[in-house]
């Protein structure tokens, strides 16, 4: 394996062929859905990042904070939203696991940016879409900078060609990396917050 | 290296750096780290001290909440102590909210749902226990749900100043009560009378050879109630020296000195927003701490007992009006010298007035309190501002009412333009439950007056 496809997740050709950038591309298969579901994702972040920095955004509606005022109903939010995380690296089993590659891998790409869509709702109901303070505020940001850069991978990733190496799989590289890195981040803060909700 | 190895050790070291931080913060004094959430007002200048109310892996107990709060509560009888819902009677209330721990009601780094009072339930309810209260007092049918704690009418600790029988019973006091004054502290009496101290002057002063003594210092302190108890430089100056046991001198004295002798004040003075970081082992508190405006000049100035008191003067009256207007500069603070109360200060001071008639910033956030103390009625003040100020009729009972009538005191609490500009003005409404407790009374027959 060379290093160019080191950190490339594609591996089946596509069908249609499209213009990306002056190069001449070839859209990979399901990239239409992936491609809406990813900017819908980027939206979704968007709205939630602007929500938690902002002191006036509406929120839950009187009587919704139940879910906020016992612990145990956040655990129950908490733990959930650990779980579609955890689901969602099911992606990465598919690419990296030969004994998980079954199934087309732009399926598994489009349950893996739904699963980011669902975590998103989940992290509103878990935090209030409040981004709290302190370790609660780093593990927002790392969470939101999660799905940022996977939902711009996506998009991107949706509008890389099959063939050549153009400008944009450089960037889908970067963009991979960055939601990488920003996984493993938010996997060391994760298990602080965890610790800290118990230890204190 | 191929790009995947770097990349795979660079996040690992990243990892490691960012894992070795955080341990290392959680295992450090300083924890601020780990604060989800602004604290509230009444926890924040103790927020540091995260074992004051946290045991590591068991949250926070009732315990914790009682060490503080346990003395006051115990005071005002408390209405919903945890001891209460022993009763079986109350299991399908508390399964819907488990009145018998402190947290749940008072969650702490909850802002968004924090309301007033540092209460995180939402304001209707006292309705998963008290659904029924229709039934029983149909004056109530039509009421709000989310007011029984909001309109003045109820609290869920502190009912002391709204029980029925005390409010039939001051019903008819008129707007002013005809002896105005205030009970006179007696500690320098109770002290003399129990020790017989001769008075000291200048030239008995008692501090160290090699200690230069300012003679206009030792002249002020010869014009204390300090010096005339007998009580010498060396009594405050002298401390312990933890390394070999010896006292030795030490030219400023901490509130621990002062402690010794005033042990009442100084109970409420660490108990109380101005040393509650004290008592904690914290630095003392700063006006640059401070949530409340304050005076920008007066931002580094620490608290202690002196801060108030100064270091030699121990004048109580500016203790009881400049030294809380040197740092306090809220609306309210600001109102004062344009108050009635401020003019019955200023006519004490000029001797116009009887002593205790004047109304100082003390007088009502620092109030005298009485109790026995080996047989004779000690007049102390309860240095523990929080003491009388949440709920707002708690200060009625103990301030208000010794000047003024009940429907008076309670309509002017319950006014926030009077709050503001320091009560320069009347009350703009009469309190509804005093209006519902006139009718019932005279619907049925007069309730026995409650002793308390």
């Known amino acids: 394996m060379n290093r160019n496809q080191t950190f490339s997740i594609y591996r089946r050709p ?45 929120r839950f509606p009187e009587g919704a904070d139940y879910l906020w005022r016992d612990g145990f109903r956040q655990q129950i939010s908490g733990y959930a939203l650990v779980t579609v995380c955890l689901l969602a690296l099911g992606l990465s089993l598919r690419k990296r696991w030969k004994r998980c590659a079954w199934g087309r891998l732009s399926a598994w790409r489009l349950v893996h940016v739904l699963l980011g869509c669902l975590s998103l709702a989940l992290l509103g109901l878990h935090t209030g879409f409040e981004r709290g303070r302190n ?41 991979g990396g960055a939601h990488l890195l920003s996984f493993w981040v938010l996997a060391v803060v994760l298990f602080f917050h965890i610790l800290t909700v118990y230890y204190f | ?76 009888n408390d209405s919903h ?70 309109a003045g009418c109820h609290n869920y600790h502190d009912n002391t100043a709204l029980y029925e029988d005390f409010l039939v019973k001051h019903l008819a006091e008129p707007e002013r009560a005809s002896n105005r004054v205030v009970v006179q502290r007696n500690f320098g009496t109770y002290f003399t009378t129990r020790h017989k101290p001769a008075p000291l002057s200048a030239e008995e002063q008692n501090a160290p050879l090699d200690v230069q003594v300012d003679p206009a210092l030792a002249l002020e302190w ?17 401390v312990a020296d ?53 005076n920008a000049a007066a931002r580094h100035r620490e608290l202690t007992c002196l801060s108030c008191h100064g270091p030699h003067q121990f004048d109580t009256r500016q203790a009881a009006v400049e030294s809380c207007l040197g740092c306090h500069q809220d609306e309210h603070s600001l109102a004062y010298r344009g108050s009635p109360h401020f003019q019955l200060w200023e006519a004490e001071l000029r001797g116009e007035g009887p002593a205790g008639s004047g109304v100082s910033c003390a007088t009502c956030h620092l109030p005298r309190e009485q109790r026995k103390l080996g047989g004779t009625d000690l007049v102390t003040v309860q240095h523990n501002q929080n003491f009388n100020l949440r709920p707002k009729e708690s200060m009625m009972r103990g301030v208000c009412l010794s000047c003024h009538g009940l429907e008076f ?24 439950t005093l209006n519902m407790v006139e009718k019932r009374l005279s619907e049925s027959s007069p309730s026995k007056p409650n002793p308390q």
């Open chain 1, 14 to 58: 596509s069908e249609k062929m499209g213009t990306m950038g002056g190069f001449k591309t070839r859209p990979r298969a399901g990239s239409k859905p992936l491609l809406i579901a990813s900017v819908g994702v980027l939206m979704l972040v968007a709205l939630i990042g602007v929500a938690g920095m902002s002191a006036s955004w509406p």
């Open chain 2, 81 to 150: 102590a945890p001891g209460k819902f022993a009763d079986p009677r109350h299991a399908a209330g508390l399964s819907k909210l488990d009145a018998r721990r402190c947290v749940s009601c008072h969650l702490e780094h909850r802002p968004a749902i924090t309301r007033p009072g540092d209460v995180t339930q939402p304001a209707d309810h006292c309705f998963h226990c008290h659904s029924d209260v229709v039934r029983d007092r149909p004056s109530h049918s039509g009421f709000d749900p989310q007011g029984c704690a909001t």
């Open chain 2, 409 to 432: 005191s309670f309509s002017a609490l319950l006014d926030p333009g009077l709050l503001r500009n320091n009560f320069r003005g009347r009350p703009t409404r009469t309190v509804e």
């Open chain 1, 135 to 175: 370790l609660n505020e780093l593990l927002w940001l790392a969470f939101l900078s999660l799905i940022l850069f996977g939902a711009l991978t996506g998009i991107v990733a949706a509008l890389e060609g099959r063939q050549g190496r153009t400008a944009v799989s450089r960037g889908r590289m970067i963009l």
């Open chain 2, 242 to 294: 933890g390394a070999n046991g010896l006292n030795r001198w030490t030219a400023q004295p901490g509130w621990q000195g002062c402690r010794d002798c005033h042990m009442d004040e100084a109970s409420g003075f660490l108990a109380g927003r101005h040393g509650m970081r004290l008592e904690r082992r914290l630095p003392p508190m700063s006006p640059d701490l401070a949530r409340l405006p304050m």
């Open chain 2, 1 to 76: 290296l191929s790009a995947p190895f770097q990349f795979w050790v660079g996040t690992g070291l990243l990892l490691v750096l960012i894992s070795g931080y955080l341990t290392f913060r959680l295992f450090s004094s300083d924890q601020r780290l780990f604060l989800p959430g602004e604290t509230t007002a009444g926890h924040y200048q103790i927020e540091l001290a995260c074992g004051a109310c946290h045991t590591p892996f068991r949250g926070v107990s009732n315990e914790a909440c009682l060490q503080c709060h346990g003395e006051q509560l115990k005071a005002v």
């Open chain 2, 222 to 238: 010869e014009t204390t109630a300090h010096a005339r108890a007998g009580v010498n430089c060396s009594d405050c100056h002298m």
